[in-house]
């Protein structure tokens, strides 16, 4: 007898209640990280448009130890110092989702996965379309590929869009993919010469980082010295230091064992998060987004096939890459979508998704390293991409916004207050015998309040 076709799954659906936990404690950590993200973008603007000569001085001001080939800018120790915390949390989200998130299962991971790459490749070839169609430059195809998970949960919060928690799942899920497409990529391609003995050097270092998480030593004072080391190592060896973070966060165990809690990556990325979401992201942008805009300067975005084509890759090759990636993926894999929920929701956060930012002005200042003039003018175009994805996302948000709202009250209501939403308990017959007591409970106030209400008429009404 043949076996009977598997179930069709459905995209969007409901999590878990354990996954949807953590996503609720991530994603609110990366929405305050992204509002300090917001205003350090606008602090940094503001600066180099009203003080341009001191905000060029402190970015420039170099320090570190020149013995040791880390004499640098300040802007320098952000982009390659601080990102290095990101990539760290980045690197143990991805493990997390590996085993025990969304992309443990072959069949779920397609869709983000697949989503993500198309997310990636048609941002890509919308940019090397338009620059060779102008004669621009092509080293800047990877700039409109990345999504910033931070700016855009940051945009969602000052929208008020309560999108249900499947969606920022995914939006969640989709950046953790992107970013390592976006690890990837800098790597492979925006690696200097390679010093072979760093190299080794880091590469050993990384194996006494593995072999002490496997014996169970502990001590911030023995990781986070270890952790320098090989990250200095990593930088002089001419591959970005970033790769040391991410190298780092993939080797922690997100899996829990008996009687635990939390993972030690879950453990470790909670102590972790906020110092990334809250400083090291920050910092970055107030030295990376400090690019002179004026009307000249914005009007040449959209007339420069380097910038005209950052613009775009963000606005519409993310958008037509998430969704048509999602919607073929979907399709070919019988994945039902939500009930609840329409295609143009997906349309709308792909959209969003095309808030670039961080990484972006982290490639953009790799790719054109050797021409800084191109360099602000590229960082202004990143600018101006991620403002009209997140203005376009948050129009087409907002008419849905009464059907969001809604589904996510239903995620949320707790009426048996139990801590734990109705929803999840729907199945658990304490939760029916909690929730017959709970009404029998206000059926007996609605009649003690009516015949009150009686007696004070029968009252008002008598002779005196």
């Known amino acids: ?35 300090l993200l917001l205003l350090a973008a606008v602090a940094a603007l503001v600066w180099a448009n009203t003080f341009d000569g001191s905000y060029t001085s402190v970015s420039d001001f170099h320090f570190g130890p020149a013995s040791l080939g880390l004499d640098l800018s300040v802007a320098h120790w952000a982009a390659d110092g601080l990102l290095a915390v990101f990539f760290f949390v ?19 991971a397609a869709l983000p996965v697949v989503a993500a790459l198309c997310g990636m490749i048609m941002p890509a070839g919308v940019y090397l379309v338009v620059v060779t169609a102008g004669g621009g430059s092509a080293s800047g195809w990877a700039v409109p590929t990345a999504t910033d998970i931070a700016f855009a949960l940051a945009v969602l919060a000052v929208l008020g ?17 992107d970013d390592l497409f976006a690890i990837l990529i800098i790597a ?14 880091a590469f050993a270092g990384l194996a006494v980082f593995w072999l002490l998480l496997r014996k169970g030593v502990r ?5 986070v010295p270890l952790a320098l080391v090989v990250w200095g190592l990593m930088y002089n060896s001419g591959v970005h230091a970033t790769i040391a973070g991410v190298a780092m966060g993939l080797m922690l165990r997100c899996t829990r064992k008996e009687g635990e809690d939390h993972s030690p990556g879950e453990h470790i990325e909670h102590l972790v ?30 007339t420069q096939p380097e910038t005209l084509g950052v613009v775009l890759g963000l606005v519409v090759g993310k958008a037509l890459g998430i969704f048509g990636g999602t919607w073929l993926t979907a399709r070919f894999t019988k994945a039902e979508l939500n009930g609840d929920l329409r295609w143009p929701d997906v349309f709308a956060l792909s959209t969003l998704a095309g808030i670039g930012f961080t990484v972006s002005l982290l490639i953009g200042e790799l790719a054109f390293e050797g021409d800084p003039s ?46 734990v939403p109705d929803i999840y308990e729907q199945d658990d017959p304490a ?27 029968d009252g008002g009404d008598s002779p005196a």
């Open 1 to 35: 007898m043949a076996a009977p076709p598997p179930a069709p799954r459905t995209f969007l659906g409901r999590l878990s209640l354990p996954e949807r936990t953590f996503v609720a404690d991530a994603l609110r950590t990366e929405t305050v990280g992204g509002m």
């Open 188 to 201: 492979v391609f925006f690696t200097d010469d390679l010093n072979f003995a760093a190299l080794g050097g």
């Open 161 to 177: 869009a309560s999108l249900p928690s499947a969606l920022r799942a995914f939006l969640l899920t989709l950046a953790v993919v």
């Open 90 to 108: 980045a690197g143990i989200e991805l493990k997390r989702e590996l085993v025990a998130g969304e992309l443990r299962d072959p069949r779920a």
């Open 219 to 223: 001590g911030w004072y023995v990781y």
């Open 273 to 302: 998060r906020p110092l990334s979401a809250g400083v090291a992201v920050p910092l970055f942008a107030l030295f990376s987004a400090g690019v002179t805009v004026s009307g000249g300067a914005l009007g040449k975005v959209f």
């Open 374 to 419: 191109l360099t602000e003018k590229v960082k202004a175009a990143v600018l101006v991409g991620s403002v009209i994805a997140a203005v376009l996302a948050g129009f087409l948000l907002k008419l849905r916004v009464r059907t969001y709202q809604a589904l996510y009250a239903e995620e949320e209501r707790d009426e048996d207050m139990s801590g």
């Open 431 to 457: 939760y029916h015998l909690r929730m017959a007591v709970i009404y029998e409970e206000k059926a007996a106030e609605h009649r003690r309040r009516a015949q009150a209400a009686g007696a004070s008429r």
